[in-house]
């Protein structure tokens, strides 16, 4: 599922682009820590954690697509180091429960 199908069914934007970025499971955390440990490749990372760090776990797992809950800005730091490692970002209103149930299509990501 490509960035902008993730946005249409989670009522939300594209904040940063990345081409090619594809998700083919969900994991859902806000712990990082949890995701280096547990998610898996090409996943989309559902979290509230919006900053830099972010980035460099979803770059660290192989995650693709990364969605920020309840509208959460985006730092510039952040955009930057996304667009920089292919990393597209989704700013939802949803919480990280609501967005797993809209992306009910994709599995369960497992590392």
Do not use: F, W
């Not at 730092?75 to 939802?92: I, N, S, Y």
């Amino acid at each position: 599922m490509t960035a902008a199908e993730i946005a249409e069914k989670v009522g939300g934007t594209v904040a940063v682009a990345a081409d090619g970025a594809q998700a083919t499971s969900v994991y859902v955390g806000d712990l990082l820590s949890d995701v280096m440990g547990h998610a898996g490749e090409d996943c989309v990372l559902v979290t509230i954690q919006n900053h830099l760090n972010t980035i460099a776990v979803c770059t660290l797992v192989g995650c693709t697509v990364l969605v920020i809950c309840h509208s959460r800005p985006i730092p510039p730091d952040m955009a930057e180091g996304a667009a920089r490692e292919g990393v597209a970002v989704v700013v939802t209103p949803l919480s990280q429960y609501a967005v797993a149930l809209a992306l009910k299509e994709l599995p369960p990501s497992t590392h």
